[in-house]
Structure formats: C-alpha cells, structure tokens
C-alpha cells in the first residue's frame, strides 16, 4: 500500500501564501508507481465534512479544483520525486483546516471515497 505524508501546514495571515507538499512511499504491487496514481487534496474543518479542494493525473496534464479555491491554489506533482504540491496564496481564514493528500490508481476524481490511500493530515490555519 503506498503510504503518504503531508508537510508545509503552520499559522499564516490572511492574504498570505503557504506551499504543502505530500511525499509518497510504498507500492501496492512492483509495478505500480507513483505516476500510476492520482493525487487530491482535501481538507476538513472542525465540524465539517472532508471537501475535495484540488485534483491532478497520472501525468500533471489535467488538473480539477473546487471553486472555492479556483485561481489561488495550485495543485503540481513532480513524479521523479514521487511528490504533489498544493500552493496555497491569498489565503483566507475560511481556509482553516486539516489538510490532507490523497491518492486514487489511474483517474482522478472529487469524491473522498474513491481515494484508497491518505495522509494524516496537516494544520492549515489562516488568522485575519
């Protein structure tokens, strides 16, 4: 199973910028990699339901985000580094939450429950 891990979260002022990134290890079979995975990251506020914030392919060549979020995050990958970003700018405190990586074999897509592995998190919090 692959095994993720976020980093980049902390206390940032709004208008403010943070960049998160997920390092993933592990395979499920010898032949899958990385780059046979989708990536998503989501996030859950206290007493909110995890939401789908960003989504990229295999590849990096499409890439899907809630409009919440649309022209001020940027989700990447650099799959040689077995790695996906989320560049977060103009941050608001609306943005406050746990922020979690996930990852999907072959497609991409909005709903939590197709992603089979997680993260465990990291704390984006934005004062205003």
């Known amino acids: 199973q692959v095994q993720l891990v976020e980093s980049g979260g902390g206390l940032v002022q709004a208008g403010g910028s943070l960049r998160l990134s997920c390092a993933a290890s592990?395979?499920?079979?010898?032949?899958?990699?990385?780059?046979?995975?989708?990536m998503g990251w989501f996030r859950q506020a206290p007493g909110k339901e995890r939401e789908f914030v960003a989504a990229i392919s295999r590849g990096g060549g499409s890439t899907d985000y809630a409009d919440s979020v649309k022209g001020r995050f940027t989700i990447s990958r650099d799959n040689a580094k077995n790695t996906v970003y989320l560049q977060m700018n103009t941050l608001e405190p609306e943005d406050t939450a746990v922020y979690f990586c996930?990852?999907?074999?072959?497609?991409?897509?909005?709903?939590?429950?197709?992603?089979?592995?997680w993260g465990q998190g990291t704390q984006v919090t934005v004062s205003s």
């Open positions: 592990g395979r499920t079979f010898s032949w899958i990699t990385f780059s046979n995975y989708a």
């Open positions: 996930a990852a999907r074999l072959y497609e991409f897509r909005r709903s939590a429950a197709e992603f089979s592995a």
